[in-house]
């Protein structure tokens, strides 16, 4: 017992943990917590010598985390979210009301539900309601009012100044590696449906060059278009968040799009105290590991993924 008295896990270097794992690294999660490498490599050296095992591998093409390291970041979840709720109850002030929240079907899946499930359990007299749809159609849904807010994705030079802006992320042209795309004439496309800004994009950038896409698919979740592009079927257009290693980067044939950034946006005429709190609560997950996390998976190493010209 005196032993295990010695021994701490502190709540800031599992914070560094899982945004290690979020991120796919010491670096990328450095700057998305806005540390340096070194502070963050440090709070992890710390943990290491308090609990006298490595966590982190650090031999060459080895998985990036140890055994004992994956074992002690399922516990990480479970420590931080009950370290957060504790505090947030601590504070929590009387809240009643009903909120119409819009999300993106990525974002159902995410850290997201765990805040929505955390806030009801301590506001519940707070009634809330998600839709899940395509960005474009929560837009406007918003502009008539069916919603108090939405968490969508627009291109970064369209974020608005009242826009709570969560996180940013690039796009990219991907492809199966066994896919040859045709030297002349229409290139097979991958698409969201009507209501895809993406696609709009797409299409109105051919109209200005010689591409030509022929819509292969059309699909409205990213999880049918991530597996229409590990079969072959086509070319597609994802975040980075879904990028894969069976996935091969189109560079220099198709023009780059533009980054994307994934807001909260309110109606116009909302004023709402939940509503506050629970965009508040959002935002400070957020910054404390630099997005939104799709699940428990270690992210990709994006620099790894193989290009295509």
Not at 169 to 183: A, G, I, M, R, T
Not at 198 to 212: H, M, N, P, T
Not at 282 to 302: F, H
Request: charged share 25%; hydrophobic share 40%; with cysteine.
């Amino acid at each position: 017992m005196t032993e295990l008295n010695a021994r701490r896990l502190d709540v800031d270097a599992l914070r560094a943990l899982q945004a290690i794992r979020l991120h796919g690294g010491v670096t990328r999660a450095a700057a998305a917590l806005r540390l340096s490498q070194s502070a963050v490599s440090h709070k992890i050296r710390r943990l290491e010598a308090n609990i006298g095992c490595e966590l982190l591998s650090r031999k060459p093409d080895a998985p990036l985390f140890t055994e004992l390291g994956e074992e002690l970041l399922d516990y990480a979840e479970r420590i931080l979210s009950l370290h957060d709720e504790a505090l947030l109850s601590l504070s929590k002030s009387s809240l009643a009301g009903r909120i119409t929240l819009g999300m993106t079907e990525d974002t159902t899946c995410t850290d997201l539900s765990r805040i929505l499930g955390r806030f009801r359990r301590l506001h519940p007299e707070v009634s809330v309601r998600a839709q899940v749809k395509m960005s474009l159609t929560l837009r406007s849904m918003l502009d008539d009012g069916r919603l108090d807010a939405a968490i969508i994705q627009v291109f970064a030079h369209e974020v608005r100044p009242s826009d709570v802006v969560l996180f940013r992320e690039d796009l990219h042209w991907v492809k199966s590696p066994e896919l040859s795309l045709p030297d002349a004439g229409p290139i097979p496309f991958l698409s969201f449906d009507d209501a895809c800004f993406y696609r709009q994009w797409a299409f109105e950038i051919a109209k200005d060059s010689d591409l030509v896409f022929e819509t292969v698919l059309e699909c409205t979740s990213a999880a049918g278009i991530v597996a229409g592009v590990a079969s072959g079927l086509g070319v597609a257009i994802v975040s980075s968040r879904h990028l894969s290693q069976e996935m091969e980067r189109v560079a220099g044939r198709l023009p780059q799009p533009p980054s994307v950034a994934y807001v909260v946006r309110r109606a116009r005429k909302s004023r709402n105290p939940a509503l506050d709190v629970l965009i508040a609560e959002i935002k400070r997950e957020t910054d404390r590991y630099g997005c939104l996390r799709i699940g428990p998976d270690v992210a990709v190493d994006t620099a790894q993924l193989r290009r295509s010209g």
